[in-house]
C-alpha cells in the first residue's frame, strides 16, 4: 500500500524528497517533419530525488538545493529513438551578515525533437553561475553575477556564453524595487566569429507576496562581431514574468522576452526571438485544476559574418489545455493536449504536430 509519509516539522533543518513520475503520450509527428510524418506512442518514467538543508523554506540565510533526475523514454514503434534523459542541479549559499554568496550549477542531457534544430537531436547543457548579493542598506542591494553556459550538440553546432553582470535595485516602496543592470559578455558559437556584447537595462520587481508579482527588465544590446564579422548591432531587449491572482481559484501567468540566440543548425547566423506565453489556471475543486497555456515565437534570422545572406524567419506557436487531479493525498494525475506548429519562409521548417499526454506524479 502507499507508504504514509509524516507532515515535515517546522524546524527541521534539512529533508530528502523523491521524485517519481511516469506518462505516456502520443504525437503525431516526432520527427517535427514537414513531410512524410511518423506517429508514434513513448512511455517515459523519472526517478530522482531532492535535498534541501539549512534555510531552504526562505532562502535568506545558509542553504543547500540539490536536485538529480533521470528520464527514459520509451517508443512503441521507433525503438532506435528510446533514450536516457538525466538532469541535475545545484543552489547554494552562504549568507556573512549584509553579504550573501551564491553558487548555481545545473545539468542536463536530453534526446529527442528540438525546434531550433528542426529534427532529432542529442545535446548537452551546462550553466554555472557565482552571485554576490551585498544588502548595502535597508533600501539598496547590490549584486554581482559571473557566469558561463554551454549548449554541447555533438551533431549540430555547439555555443559557449561567458557574462559579468553588475546592478542594484532601490525599494522605492515595502514591496516594489528598481533598479539598473550592466551586463558584459562574449559568445562563441561554432563555425561563426566570435561576437562580444554589452548591455544596459532598467529592471523592475513588484510584490513578493499579495495578488500581483512582476519582474521586468528591458535595455538595448550592443553586439560586435569579431574576424570578419558584421558590423555592430544594437538590439532592444527585455523580460517579463508576471502572475496575477484573479481571484481565489484562479490564476493568471504572464511570460515575455526578446533576445539573440546562437543557431545551432545554421552556421554563419544568429536569431532574435521575440516572444511571450500567457497561461490561466482554475481550481474547479479542492483537488481538480484546469489550465491552458498558449504562447508565440518569432524567429527572425540575422547574419553574422558579411558574406552570409540570412533571410530566414519563422514563427512558431502553441496551444495546450490540462487538467490534473490530486488524489491519494501525494498523487497527482494529469491529462493534457498540446498542439505545436512552426510556420516559416523556409518550406522544409515548417511543420506541425499534436500530442496527447497523460501522467502520474508525487508531489512530496
Not at 80 to 101: E, G, I, K, T
Not at 114 to 137: K, P
Request: charged share 20%.
Amino acid at each position: 500500500g502507499l507508504v504514509e509519509i509524516p507532515e515535515e516539522a517546522s524546524d527541521r533543518v534539512w529533508r530528502i524528497r523523491p521524485i517519481i513520475a511516469a506518462g505516456l503520450t502520443y504525437d503525431d509527428n516526432i520527427f517535427i517533419s514537414n513531410t512524410d510524418r511518423k506517429g508514434d506512442l513513448i512511455y517515459n518514467i523519472s526517478l530522482g530525488f531532492a535535498h534541501e538543508a539549512g534555510d531552504y523554506r526562505n532562502m535568506e540565510g545558509n542553504f543547500l538545493l540539490l536536485e538529480y533526475v533521470a528520464e527514459g523514454f520509451f517508443f512503441n514503434r521507433y525503438a532506435s529513438q528510446n533514450s536516457f534523459d538525466q538532469q541535475a542541479s545545484l543552489l547554494a549559499q552562504y549568507r556573512f551578515h549584509q553579504l550573501a554568496v551564491q553558487l548555481e550549477s545545473r545539468y542536463q542531457y536530453l534526446n529527442g525533437a528540438e525546434r531550433e534544430v528542426g529534427a532529432f537531436t542529442t545535446r548537452s547543457l551546462y550553466y554555472n553561475a557565482l552571485r554576490l548579493l551585498y544588502d548595502y542598506s535597508e533600501k539598496t542591494d547590490i549584486d554581482l553575477e559571473l557566469s558561463q553556459s554551454t549548449n554541447d550538440y555533438p551533431s549540430n553546432l555547439s555555443s559557449s556564453d561567458y557574462q559579468a553582470s553588475l546592478g542594484f535595485d532601490y525599494a522605492l516602496f515595502p514591496k516594489t524595487t528598481a533598479g539598473l543592470q550592466a551586463i558584459a559578455g562574449l559568445q562563441r558559437t561554432q563555425d561563426s566569429p566570435d561576437m562580444w556584447f554589452q548591455t544596459l537595462n532598467v529592471r523592475f520587481n513588484h510584490g513578493a507576496t499579495g495578488k500581483v508579482v512582476l519582474n521586468a527588465s528591458g535595455g538595448v544590446q550592443f553586439n560586435q562581431y569579431v574576424s570578419g564579422g558584421e558590423p555592430m548591432r544594437i538590439l532592444p531587449v527585455f523580460s517579463l514574468g508576471a502572475q496575477y491572482q484573479l481571484f481565489n481559484k484562479t490564476s493568471l501567468s504572464l511570460v515575455g522576452y526578446r533576445n539573440l540566440q546562437s543557431s545551432p543548425s545554421i552556421a554563419g547566423q544568429d536569431y532574435i526571438a521575440t516572444g511571450g506565453e500567457l497561461g490561466i489556471s482554475q481550481a474547479l475543486a479542492d483537488k481538480l485544476t484546469f489550465a491552458i497555456a498558449t504562447g508565440y515565437e518569432n524567429d527572425t534570422y540575422v547574419a553574422n559574418t558579411a558574406d552570409t545572406d540570412a533571410t530566414r524567419v519563422d514563427n512558431f506557436y502553441f496551444f495546450r489545455p490540462s487538467v490534473s487531479y490530486s488524489f491519494l493525498k501525494y498523487l497527482r494525475a494529469s491529462l493534457s493536449y498540446e498542439y505545436r506548429a512552426n510556420a516559416s519562409n523556409f518550406q522544409e521548417d515548417t511543420w506541425f504536430d499534436n500530442q496527447f499526454s497523460c501522467a502520474i506524479e508525487g508531489d512530496f
